[in-house]
C-alpha cells in the first residue's frame, strides 16, 4: 500500500517536472496555501461568534452580569482540557511547529497540528472575549 501511495506520488512529480515549471508550481502551491489559510479563519471566526452568541443570548445588556467575569476563566481552562486529555501532545505556536516540522521532520507535520490550534483558538477566544465585548459595549 505504501509503495502505491510512492508510485503515486513519484509519478506526479515527474509529470509536474515535465509539465509545470518552478516558478508556476510556487505559484499554485502559494494560491492553495492562500485558500486553505482563508478557510481556517472563517472556520475560527465562525465557532468564536457561535460560542459567543450560546453564551449571551439570554443576557440582560442594562445590569451588569458576573459571568463575564468567569468565562474567561472557564475558557482557559477548557482549552488546557483539551490539549491535555484530547490532543495529548504540545501545540504550542502553530508557527514554531512549522519551523521545526520544515527544519527536522521534512516538513512533516503532525496531522492533529491541522485542526487542534483551531479549536483550542476558538474555545479560548470565544469566551475570553466575551469580557472585551462587554467592555466594549459601555
Known amino acids: 500500500m505504501e509503495k502505491d501511495k510512492q508510485s503515486l506520488l513519484q509519478q506526479f512529480i515527474k509529470w509536474r517536472e515535465r509539465n509545470i515549471n518552478e516558478k508556476q508550481f510556487i505559484l499554485i502551491l502559494s494560491f492553495l496555501v492562500g485558500i486553505f489559510t482563508a478557510t481556517a ?3 475560527l471566526k465562525f465557532f468564536i461568534h457561535e460560542i459567543q ?43 514554531t511547529k512549522i519551523l521545526y516540522a520544515i527544519s527536522r521532520r521534512q516538513g512533516r507535520i503532525k496531522r492533529h497540528n491541522i485542526w487542534s490550534s483551531t479549536i483550542a483558538s476558538a474555545i479560548t477566544i470565544g469566551l475570553v472575549d466575551q469580557l472585551e465585548q462587554r467592555h466594549r459595549s459601555y
Open 41 to 43: 479563519a472563517l472556520i
Open 53 to 95: 452568541n450560546f453564551l449571551t443570548e439570554n443576557f440582560d445588556t442594562t445590569e451588569a452580569n458576573y459571568l463575564y467575569l468567569v468565562y474567561p476563566v472557564v475558557g482557559i481552562f477548557l482549552a488546557g482540557w483539551f490539549v491535555r486529555n484530547i490532543v495529548k501532545d504540545d501545540i504550542s505556536h502553530g508557527v
